[in-house]
């Protein structure tokens, strides 16, 4: 008895893994954000990987390698913290900033995204190329040009990437950023990422 009250609290946990309130690292994966404020999440949707995983990515179109830079954006908590704060992201989730905490995004220049036809709300995936992590994340920022390697609180996390208060990495770790054009509209799947985390 006491061993099925514990298989269906974890199974319930592993469900709520996948809520849009969820700060659990291991399921950010980003928002199928844009520049549309009428853009819908359903609830549960922009966390977990694609549907149909690296196979439906395709080939990348954008491949960066670079010293990982936080970007805080979005994330209420960090001003005063973050000299280049802001309340606002390029990309958007139901209406509002895509919060740098709950979502794993990275950031790209217009240039960038212009000579590599990637658009705001297109998949990618950031790695930790000391340690392999991988997380899926979304584009959901606009940066300087020449910008290279700012990601997301939660895409750092997320590939185990620390970083102080005022969102300075700790040591000077390196990231490779994918991004793959005309993925935008390729949707979250929580189902599958529950189901490779038991």
């Known amino acids: 008895m006491k061993l099925a009250i514990a ?15 969820s700060n659990n690292a291991a399921n950010q994966g980003g928002g199928p954000g844009s520049s549309d404020p009428n853009t819908v999440i359903a609830p549960g949707a922009g966390f977990c990987e694609p549907e149909g995983g690296s196979q439906a990515l395709g080939q990348a179109s954008y491949t960066s390698d670079s010293t990982a830079k936080i970007d805080t954006d979005g994330n ?22 895509v919060n740098s905490a709950q979502y794993a995004y990275v950031v790209m220049s217009p240039g960038q995204m212009a000579a590599n036809n990637v658009a705001l709300g297109d998949w990618a995936t950031v790695t930790n190329n000391a340690t392999g992590q991988q997380t899926y994340a979304r584009v959901e920022d606009e940066g300087p040009a020449g910008g290279s390697g700012e990601i997301s609180q939660a895409a750092a996390t997320a590939v185990g990437i620390q970083y102080e208060s005022n969102a300075f990495t700790v040591g000077n770790p390196s990231v490779t950023v994918d991004a ?9 799947d929580c189902a599958s990422q529950v189901a490779s985390n038991p």
């Open 76 to 97: 209420p908590a960090m001003q005063g913290h973050d000299s280049d704060w802001n309340p606002n992201t390029s990309g958007s989730v139901n209406g509002q900033a």
């Open 7 to 21: 298989a269906s609290l974890l199974a319930l946990l592993a469900l709520v893994g996948c809520d849009d309130d």
């Open 180 to 188: 793959y054009s005309g993925t935008a509209s390729i949707q979250s």
